[in-house]
């Protein structure tokens, strides 16, 4: 599984950004997706998931209301609208792939592929 993931860049803070994460062979339909985030000094940490099968996305505390997770209908593609956004959140982001349970979902180690990452930066 390839994952490839853009839409990073540089906004200030109160804006928006869009990232996506596209999946070779259509992964998403098999395989729960994941995005996490590592700031500088920090070590990578959970932003939201969504299982293949059913369900809601599920968010950590510090994005929850601000950032959603969506996938296209293929489940090739899927998408982290954030809105919001605020100086903490700039950081690299990472979309991820798995056989995640759903108890696991907020553990990167459950997850057995990962994209390139994409920079996120926030000026206040």
């Known amino acids: 599984v390839q994952l490839q993931a853009s839409g990073g860049g540089l906004v200030q803070a109160g804006g928006s950004l869009r990232l996506s994460c596209a999946a070779s062979?259509?992964?998403?339909?098999?395989?729960?997706a994941g995005w996490f985030r590592q700031a500088p000094g920090k070590e990578r940490e959970f932003v939201a998931a969504?299982?293949?099968?059913?369900?809601?996305?599920v968010y950590a505390d510090s994005v929850k209301g601000r950032f959603t997770m969506s996938r296209d209908n293929a489940r090739t593609t899927v998408y982290l609208q954030m809105n919001s956004l605020k100086p903490e959140d700039t950081a690299v982001y990472y979309c991820?792939?798995?056989?995640?349970?759903?108890?696991?979902?907020?553990?990167?180690?459950?997850?057995?592929?990962w994209g390139q990452g994409t920079l996120v930066t926030i000026s206040s």
């Open positions: 991820a792939a798995g056989r995640v349970i759903a108890s696991s979902q907020r553990d990167i180690g459950a997850y057995n592929y």
């Open positions: 062979g259509g992964a998403f339909g098999n395989y729960a």
């Open positions: 969504f299982r293949p099968y059913g369900g809601y996305p």
